[in-house]
């Protein structure tokens, strides 16, 4: 009970989602109700307001009160607001973990790297090149690139699944919430999708330059960058904690990855087959 603007100051801390985690691992439910008993709120939002309303139903009879009490003023933020509000405190959240940030940034140019050394035979030339190669080369980027987007989103939501039930009471919106989510992970991948079509053309020497292949290859390797990212987070929102979360994704991937593959020995799993293909 209380206005949520003096909420930081009465637990003394600075940001409000630091509330919760001090909440849960310090002191007892008990030693925190016996705190706001003896505090200066309690008698401001809850004795004040008591009395009040019982002045009220003296002085009106039997009419119900109908007058807005302090601290009980509740504001509808709409769908945009709220987009944005979570998209500013996601934005936040990830510049302030920086090793994160450089990890999502380095790894494509790392896995670009490996390009150099893995696919320096001529490939796509007519002659001496190798098309079973080329297949097997497409279908590790693809793959890559998927393992790359859902490795860093499998944690994000069940991470904040205790801030996200309590603000779902006070009236949190799913689709923005999502959003809010998918659209950073949009950006990762068009840089990402980038890096890697940028170390292909250096890797391999007789890669097309047709511009509409490089485009196709480019908007295909940043879908499946999103995938990754949009099967991470569907891993992490049914996951019970963050524990669970990187096995249920791998129970997710695993099974796409062994049926994505083009000619499946299991005739009676070729349209499962065909199906996963079409996402990998």
Known sequence: MGHPQEAPQYFGVTRFNEIYRKVEHESTPQEWQ??????SHYQKYVIQRQ?????????RGPKRLKQQLPGAQVKTI??????????????????????????MLAVAPILGMLDLVTWSKPLFNR????ASLALTMLFTTILFAVMV??????????KEVDIYRRERIIGLQ???????????????????GGIFLVFKLIAVKDFPHDPGILFAMYGTITLSVIAGMLLGLLGSAAAPNQSVAPILVLVLLIPQIILGVEYYPLKPLDPLARFSTSFL
């Open 78 to 103: 709409s769908s945009w607001r709220q987009f944005l509000i979570l998209s500013k405190r996601n934005l936040a959240i990830l510049m302030r973990d920086r090793i994160s940030v450089l990890l």
């Open 174 to 192: 799913i689709v923005p919430y999502v959003f809010s989510k998918v659209w950073v992970s949009v950006l990762i991948a068009l840089y990402q």
């Open 127 to 130: 002659e001496d090149g190798d």
């Open 34 to 39: 016996q705190r706001y008993l003896q505090s």
């Open 149 to 158: 987007g859902a490795l860093p989103t499998m944690r994000e939501i069940v």
């Open 51 to 59: 009395q009040s309303l019982e002045g009220s139903a003296l002085s």
